[in-house]
């Protein structure tokens, strides 16, 4: 969990209290969300399917003095998201925000893309996106207060090579997110996407098939019709997490229904 450019704890994000549930708590974004908002004063629920990485997750942060509890379950399963959604609210008590992180990225050419690849995408990216966040959502509307971020990418604004599946997925899920956004306003719910581009993860480092791949990510690929990244530089997962903060903080407290592009200008400001 340690980030080798940490000097101490993270300024205040206007978060202090409550407790988050973060998905996909054990990837690159995930993990940096949990540690932002943990370090911030938040009970952190932490789920991911890795449950070794979960464990490891959980012990790290507790031995650094953060509130980080494990729960095990698989976004693609309503009978387990319902039943971590519960157990999380029974052990740690009412959840006010939710950040959906939970991913995947399977890359093919549209030609080549295979059924299954396809509806696993959308599986996880898209319907673990609905699934977590009404399930989520209903429990915050009868509170009358929430705030809800999903991670999706700017790959839902600009198209790309080989990607027709990821893309999709997430332009399905920052849409979901804006219209549960409009019908929970009036319970005083907030949703917000974050549109993450290039960011330092394995993630991103799955796609290079060779050393030229942080140039092609960095500079673009005119065969593939890919914008390079105007201030130069990839995004690491703490810019990421502290977007999400932003969001969910009583700092963005007018804003909802919106997607934040946090790419060093690459969706060119779409």
Not at 92 to 121: F, K, Q
Not at 141 to 156: C, D, F, L, M, Q
Not at 220 to 231: A, H, K, Q, T
Request: charged share 20%; proline share 4%; glycine share 10%.
């Amino acid at each position: 969990m340690k980030n080798s450019e940490d000097t101490g704890k993270r300024p205040d994000a206007g978060l202090a209290g409550g407790v988050a549930l973060v998905t996909g708590a054990t990837g690159g974004i995930g993990e940096a969300v949990v540690r932002t908002l943990a370090e911030a004063g938040v009970h952190v629920a932490a789920l991911d399917l890795d449950t070794p990485a979960l464990a490891e997750l959980e012990r790290a942060a507790r031995d650094e003095g953060l509130a980080v509890t494990a729960f095990a379950a698989d976004v693609t399963s309503p009978s387990e998201v319902e039943a971590v959604v519960a157990a999380a609210e029974e052990r740690l008590g009412p959840i006010d925000r939710l950040v959906n992180v939970a991913g995947v990225m399977l890359a093919a050419p549209v030609l080549a893309l295979s059924e299954e690849d396809w509806e696993r995408t959308f599986a996880v990216n898209a319907s673990g996106v609905f699934r977590v966040s009404t399930a989520v959502a209903r429990r915050m509307t009868g509170r009358g207060r929430g705030s809800i971020v999903t991670v999706a990418s700017n790959a839902a604004v600009v198209p790309r090579a080989g990607m027709a599946a990821y893309a999709a997925s997430k332009a399905a899920a920052v849409a979901f997110t804006k219209n549960l956004g409009l019908e929970l306003a009036r319970h005083g719910v907030r949703c917000n996407a974050v549109c993450p581009g290039s960011t330092d993860t394995a993630m991103l480092r799955s796609l290079w098939s060779d050393d030229s791949g942080p140039e092609r990510s960095l500079h673009g690929s005119l065969e593939d019709f890919r914008v390079g990244i105007p201030l130069g530089r990839f995004a690491t997962p703490e810019h990421i997490a502290d977007a999400v903060a932003f969001l969910l903080s009583e700092r963005a407290a007018h804003i909802t229904m919106h997607d934040l592009q946090v790419d060093g200008g690459a969706a060119l400001g779409r």
